[in-house]
């Protein structure tokens, strides 16, 4: 029996060194088959050709490519090799796993082409018919955020080799006439740290590139950092100004991603980023560029199974300033938006000394004294878009300015020269104050137009310092729900900071400079509230070219703003919002529209409220509006072009 046993043994070891001498020796054969077949599959899912001249395998853990290429169909190439030598850790290979160990390449060439909506890269985006995660029963995924972060990381750190030397790399996008070129001449990995030169390309622009930082797998950790490697030059972004009209650049980069250990099912990302010298320049943003000196994250990130948060121990430095964000989104169906900010007292001359250049550009250079403590809290559930909650608060504490900037805040307490623009072009010019004929002050307005307008369009002006926090956050539902700025939410402080001060560009950069002159302006009492109302009355377009109540007045009525009727006022009241489609709101004989007839109706009770009118006469309130003058006239055209 012993004896049997030991031939079999004998057998089934020389079996077992027969069959791994047949593998070693059908190595090369074998790799090609798989290959093909796997070439084969790919080509016929993704429309691409891909070829190779040799494809070897010097050892059991290392393979080697030479002439590879990958075209798809009926575009141009998109990658060459000239070769390739892969090697393999032999144990997570035995298990199945795939993991470099090193990588020596020469001739990698990459040519990313687009024309017009054609793209020889576009077969990358295509789904592969296989999805990360299934739908539960309650609308979740089996594979959630933290699983999705864990499988992606996983692959990545297995890929990334521990050594490699790429020679001879080069990266070229060609979008319609435009052709972006990087040149790695050598890129070296060696012992977990990476180092490489860049040369960069666009038409008449012409850089050179530092990248460097550290790689290592085991511990899951990357770092890395990019500037000009030559000497007084800054790094210049490419791309962005033929296709985008816009300039970026700036000194340095720097980041750091490690992965923590999770924490029961949650993933932790936990790095740093940081920018020195980042300087932008777009027309839409500003006219001038925008400088930021400095600024820097320390982030951790949480990823579970349905959400994912910046944690509150993130710390932002933002030039002179630092805060602690919260962010988190979490989809239950659509997504669930939640943020806050708690930055408890500060020197005030921190914030305008970190201001960006160019962007706050009336602001620029303000000293002030005291301290400022700012709070704000969002929650944007869009499964219920109803239950909105924004608020924005910045509070100064023993706060006062000690010189203005670049503008005069203070500029509508006298008389000043008022210029208004129409599609960003000047279009009148005038004085608000008692040397204008035109200007009349609030004893000369009637007060059924003062009222009238102010329950149109801030009816708490008075009683607010600046921001109508309900209003904002109705506007900012409004425009979730219809997917555009709908809805501007402004107080008439806001209103006014914008024509006096502010071009009309609707981008997030001219609203944070508005609000931040709103609250300068309202907290240390710039201008009193009667004379912003008066300067408001006195400027606001009421017509094509009519800018202010006296020209309003004449142009619609013939008459001057004292005289006013309930009709007429709360009519000048309802065109504010489009003053130059007044035209719409009547019917072809020139009588008004029935769907205004509920809002004149609203203001009448508004007015009867304030003791303007008795309630007998809101509650059987007709409007009747007679276009006269002018208006009358192009009224009448407008008429006669309809029918």
Known sequence: MKRRLKQFGIWIALFTVLSGAGLFLLRGPLLRHIADRRIEALSARYGIRIAYVSLKMPSLTSVRVEGLSMVPFGRDTLLRLASAEVKLDFLPLLRGNLSIRKVDT????????????????????????????????????????????????????????????????????????????FYMPEFVLDN????????????????????????????????????????GQRIVMPYIRPHYGAAVAFDSIAFSLAQEDPEADEQLLKGNAEINGLEVHHAALSPDTIGLNRWKIDYLLRAGERFIELDSATEVHFNRLSFHPFVRAEKK???????????????????????????????????ASGELSYDLCMDIDFNRLDSLKFSSDLRGHG???????????????????????????????FLVGPSNPDFRPLSCISPLLQMAVMQSEDGSFFYH??????AIQEALAYDLQKGRFARGGSSITMQLVKNVFLNRHKNIARKLEEALIVWLIESQHLTSKKRMYEVYLNIIEWGP???GAAEASRFYFGKEPSDLSVSEAIFLASIIPKP????????????????????????????????????????????DVQ?????????????????
């Open 333 to 367: 169906g659509r997504w669930h938006f939640t943020a806050s900010v708690h930055r408890p007292p500060f020197p005030a001359q921190d914030l305008f000394s970190s201001l960006p250049a160019g962007l706050f550009r009336h602001v620029q250079g303000l000293q």
């Open 399 to 429: 706060f006062s300015i000690i010189r203005m900037g670049a503008a005069d805040l203070a500029r509508m307490s006298e008389e000043f020269e008022y210029t208004a623009y129409e599609h960003d072009q000047p279009v009148r010019t």
């Open 465 to 470: 310092d600046g921001f109508y926090p309900g």
């Open 192 to 231: 977990r740290v990476y180092d490489s030169d860049i040369e960069v390309v666009e038409g008449d622009m012409r850089g050179k590139w530092h990248i460097g930082g550290t790689l290592d797998c085991g511990t899951r950790l990357i770092k890395g950092h990019l500037h000009s490697s030559e000497k």
């Open 545 to 547: 070219l009519v800018y």
């Open 580 to 623: 130059k489609h007044f035209r719409s709101v009547f019917n072809s004989d020139a009588t008004l529209r029935e769907n205004q007839l509920e809002y004149y109706r609203v203001i009448a009770r508004r007015l009867a409220a304030k003791g303007l009118m008795t309630e007998e006469e809101a509650e059987t309130f007709c409007p």
């Open 627 to 643: 276009i006269k003058g002018e208006a009358r006239k192009v009224l009448n055209e407008e008429l006669i072009v309809n029918n």
């Open 106 to 181: 020469e001739g990698l060439a990459c040519t990313f082409v687009k024309q017009g909506m054609v793209s020889n890269y576009d077969f990358l985006f295509r789904s592969s018919g296989k999805s990360l995660s299934v739908p539960d029963a309650d609308g979740g995924t089996s594979i959630g955020y933290a699983g999705r972060i864990e499988r992606a990381l996983g692959v990545l750190f297995r890929l990334l080799p521990e050594d490699a030397v790429m020679r001879r790399t080069v990266l070229t996008g060609r979008r319609d006439s435009v052709c972006t070129r």
